[in-house]
């Protein structure tokens, strides 16, 4: 493959054994930057115990490297698409590998939140740029499809290792062994990509548009952070305002978008109806997918009463299966048509959710099928929707395509969240009797900590109940996603086969 600006490689063009093998490489920020979602999930207590971070400081810690991830999606697609991909993969390599040093050796909370940040912002360089390239690499639409599978049970597998890992580094190291995981990787990135994966870049990419990036972020955070607390604490005032702030700054940005020659976020990215199609029913898998976490995570913990390590190596069984969903999906959609694949996964996925919803108090082994069905289905639909989005944009605005399906993955899974977390909150709150504790009546934590054995009975059955009612509106919502998925997939094929004499005329 030449080193390509203007052109990459002639439509059809077959990737080699040096494609793979970057492809490969590729995988590595892919997999620490899904990984670091979850890293700290066990590294708590003794962080805690070392620096002493007061409860917001703690929430910081958790959710710095988030927000500063998803607010820069979006400005870093563009960045990658005007410098380089591969440049701008490189840079945030190294900052990724530093910020993993600062955090490691963090001695006060402050640093570590600022180390968190700045993990965030090489994160957000990371992934869009890797997706990029993976379009840029694969021409070939059989082979860029199984690439893109691939990708996205790395991503989902990513999450789930990183709980796991982090646990078992624990056992025998101090909390900041975590973070200096990613620093091999990082080097081993630094010294491959430059050797295997060729530069992509728009060769006409116009100025940069420097007030479009806190307009984006404006856009992004509040709506992300409102809709976090709101899954956390509820429905109130300040997250309510927080979540409209944030949409009326993305009409803003929206509408400077679609004014400026040189936006952001081009204008032909949306020319293709099957793009749009492919953002929003991503979004709404990553709504499924991060919704029904909300109460797996504790389902395990608190009614099964298992520890966090135990948990989460449970948790990994699932992911066992999905592995092989992504690639399966793409070889079946080649036979049967995509739009016929994404909706069989939506379906797939509705019926691990009506699993889910016949659970009682000591079901693991139905826990497990169900999220092992629910999880195929829905990373089915990921890796072909994602595929669909990629193929529709411009090769030369790679990054910026990618960048918008995981902003749009990044609203999904906080929106699922909240809402199937404040559903099933409400029902586990109405079943709990009033004379309980306020704690006992919120969560089943708080029932569990007051160590009363009835209590403790009661906070599980109306859990498993709560749990009931979010899988049940989950599979509804997934049934929805397949009948949306067949009317939007063949509304915009058949657009595209409409506009294909057009485009030959010209």
């Not at 439509?11 to 899904?34: C, I, K, N």
């Not at 990658?80 to 991909?85: A, L, S, V």
């Not at 309510?240 to 929206?254: D, E, Y």
């Not at 859990?463 to 997934?478: E, I, T």
């Amino acid at each position: 493959m030449t080193n390509a600006t203007s052109t990459t490689a002639d439509h059809g063009t077959l990737a080699g054994r040096r494609e793979w093998t970057a492809f490969v490489v590729l995988l590595l920020p892919l997999l620490l930057v899904s990984m670091d979602v979850s890293v700290l999930f066990f590294a708590i207590p003794a962080i805690d115990r070392d620096l002493a971070p007061s409860a917001t400081q703690q929430l910081w810690i958790f959710d710095g490297y988030a927000f500063a991830l998803s607010g820069l999606l979006i400005t870093m697609g563009s960045l990658g698409d005007r410098i380089g991909r591969r440049r701008l993969l490189l840079l945030g390599a190294v900052a990724f590998g530093a910020a993993s040093v600062s955090a490691a050796y963090a001695d006060s909370a402050g640093m570590l939140i600022a180390a968190r940040a700045l993990l965030g912002i090489g994160g957000a360089t990371l992934m869009p740029s890797t997706m990029g390239l993976v379009r840029s690499m694969f021409r070939d639409e059989r082979q860029r499809g199984r690439a893109v599978g691939i990708w996205s049970g790395a991503m989902a597998g990513g999450i789930a290792l990183g709980s796991v890992l982090s646990g078992v580094m624990l056992q025998h190291f101090w909390w900041g062994s975590v973070f200096l995981i990613n620093v091999p990787a990082m080097v081993l990135l630094l010294i491959l990509v430059p050797l295997l994966v060729p530069e992509y870049k728009d060769p006409a990419p116009g100025r940069f548009d420097l007030l479009g990036v806190p307009l984006s972020m404006g856009a992004v955070l509040p709506v992300v952070y409102g809709i976090k607390e709101t899954a956390a604490h509820g429905i109130g005032p300040e997250n309510t305002l927080l979540v409209a702030v944030g949409l009326l700054v993305g009409w803003l940005f929206v509408r400077r978008q679609r004014t400026r020659g040189d936006a952001m976020i081009g204008r032909e990215l949306f020319r293709d109806g099957r793009f749009s199609a492919g953002i929003g029913l991503n979004a709404l898998a990553a709504f499924a997918m991060m919704g029904s976490s909300f109460f797996t995570t504790q389902y395990l913990q608190s009614v099964l009463g298992m520890g966090t390590l135990e948990a989460a190596l449970w948790s990994l069984a699932p992911s066992l299966a999905v592995s092989a969903a992504a690639p399966t999906a793409t070889t079946v959609a080649r036979r049967t048509g995509r739009g016929r694949v994404v909706c069989a996964g939506f379906v797939i996925a509705a019926a691990g959710f009506a699993v889910l919803a016949l659970t009682g108090t000591d079901s693991l082994w139905l826990l497990l099928v169900g999220c092992s069905v629910m999880n195929c289905g829905i990373v089915a639909v990921m890796a072909l929707v994602s595929d669909l989005a990629l193929s529709t944009a411009p090769p030369r605005k790679a990054s910026s395509a990618a960048s918008l399906l995981e902003t749009g993955q990044e609203f999904g899974g906080a929106t699922g969240m909240a809402l199937l977390g404040a559903l099933a909150t409400a029902v586990y709150t109405a079943d709990m009797p009033a004379s309980a504790p306020e704690d006992a009546r919120k969560t089943l934590a708080g029932a569990v900590a007051t160590g009363d054995d009835s209590l403790i009975s009661i906070g599980r059955d109306a859990f498993v109940h709560s749990m009931r009612y979010a899988s049940v509106a989950g599979s509804v919502l997934l049934l929805v996603g397949a009948v949306l998925a067949a009317v939007l997939l063949s509304r915009g094929a058949a657009a595209a086969k409409r506009a294909e004499p057009v485009a030959a005329a010209r």
